[in-house]
């Protein structure tokens, strides 16, 4: 037995046959559907049956119910695909996207901030995603959708049905959408927003013990102390990572540093910081994590304030933002980071698990990632595309991994 094939066991043994599925993503399909298929597709009366034989299906982490929009070819008509791994969904209508009924998701908003509509095409990039989604009262400004009925957080309620739809923007009355690989805070045109709030979908993917999210199932694993971990490699960009923030008893752990590397070369380094219940903000320097930027000299500049920074001769573009929360009395600073293989986010965070001890939260402050995007067309390697079985998991790995739980 193959280690991602043992992986994909340990996660099944946990999942119940009376597992209850939601819809994913409505008129979606994976554009990794070969890779992470099931053996072959069978036909099924319902797509409650399709998620019984999902549930009772070694290895089974989600499913594709075909057949529901009338262009469909009857060839789609009540087939069963069953997924080993994370669905990359692509708009598709003639199958519907089923995972369990956790959420894979948070919402994460910026007050204030928001993407210049010059810089993207109406009708694609923002617009009304399908009628089933928005119940369209009037037009606001341009081809963005608005109801005067609906507040942010019935913006964002409305947008959670829908792969198609990553982002919102709200403000009052005023809801409008964002469609994937569109807005982002790492996109050029990102600022200043005058009172508006655009929120994004976060995935749950990695925190700080270090556990990943997939599919529902939280998988802690170990990394070891005092060393870089690599968890990604493309043919252009290398990042590890570090997990030193660590109880006197071992048995707690977290992430304390993200390393990036192109053509060998350490190009940037995000750092937690020591944060106390006395700490107060600083001007002129981050002040709940710290960033340098190395440039090919290796001379280091650290990062004092929002902004933006490129590194590898365009390779990633690293922006640096708040978003508003805070860690202890600090405001939080948000690192986000984006190249053409993966983007990704971190932001410092308190020990949630001494949550009635605030000093002691804080004591064990640390580094949290979100992963927005891995594409399996680049990758080599790395433990994060081993966890999300983008490329096999090494006997490495495997034995990292501490427990899988629902």
Request: aromatic share 8%; charged share 20%; with cysteine.
């Amino acid at each position: 037995m193959s280690m991602t094939s043992m992986h994909c066991s340990l996660v099944a043994a946990m999942m119940p046959l009376t597992e209850a599925w939601v819809t994913r993503a409505a008129g979606a399909g994976c554009t990794n559907w070969n890779e992470i298929k099931i053996d072959f597709s069978t036909r099924e009366p319902d797509s409650a049956t399709c998620g019984n034989l999902c549930a009772s299906t070694e290895g089974c982490l989600g499913f594709a119910y075909g057949g529901n929009a009338a262009s469909c070819v009857s060839e789609n008509e009540r087939k069963c695909w069953l997924w080993k791994g994370m669905c990359i969904t692509a708009t598709n209508e003639c199958y519907d996207e089923f995972t369990s009924e956790q959420a894979d998701y948070r919402w994460e908003c910026h007050k204030d901030y928001e993407c210049q509509w010059s810089a993207f095409e109406a009708g694609v990039d923002y617009s009304e995603l399908d009628s089933s989604m928005y119940v369209v009262q009037g037009e606001g400004a341009g081809p963005m959708i608005y109801d005067e009925s609906h507040n942010c957080q019935a913006c964002k309620e409305m947008c959670d049905p829908s792969a198609a739809c990553i982002g919102v923007e709200c403000f009052g009355g005023y809801c409008s959408s964002w469609k994937p690989g569109t807005c982002s805070p790492t996109h050029s045109t990102w600022a200043d927003g005058s009172g508006l709030t655009t929120c994004f979908k976060v995935p749950l993917t990695i925190s700080g013990d270090p556990i990943v999210n997939i599919n529902g199932f939280k998988v802690k694993f170990d990394l070891p102390v005092g060393e870089s971990s690599l968890m990604w490699q493309d043919d252009a960009l290398e990042i590890y990572a570090k997990a030193d923030v660590v109880t006197p008893n071992n048995k707690n752990q977290w992430f304390s540093d993200i390393i990036l590397a192109t053509n060998g070369r350490k190009a940037a380094h995000i750092q937690r910081k020591v944060i106390a219940l006395t700490s107060k903000e600083q001007v002129g320097t981050l002040n709940t994590l710290s960033l340098t930027i190395f440039d090919e000299i290796n001379h280091e500049v650290a990062a004092t304030g929002p902004g933006s920074y490129h590194i590898g001769n365009g390779t990633a573009v690293i922006s640096v933002s708040r978003d508003g929360a805070k860690v202890g009395p600090l405001s939080r600073e948000v690192v986000a980071v984006s190249s053409k293989s993966i983007s990704f986010s971190v932001a410092s965070e308190k020990a949630k698990k001494f949550a009635n001890d605030a000093k002691k939260a804080l004591k064990y402050v640390h580094l949290d990632i979100n992963l927005h995007k891995m594409d399996e067309k680049y990758v080599k390697a790395g433990i994060f595309a081993e966890l999300w079985g983008l490329i096999p998991m090494s006997e490495k790995t495997a034995n990292t991994i501490r427990s899988i739980k629902a």
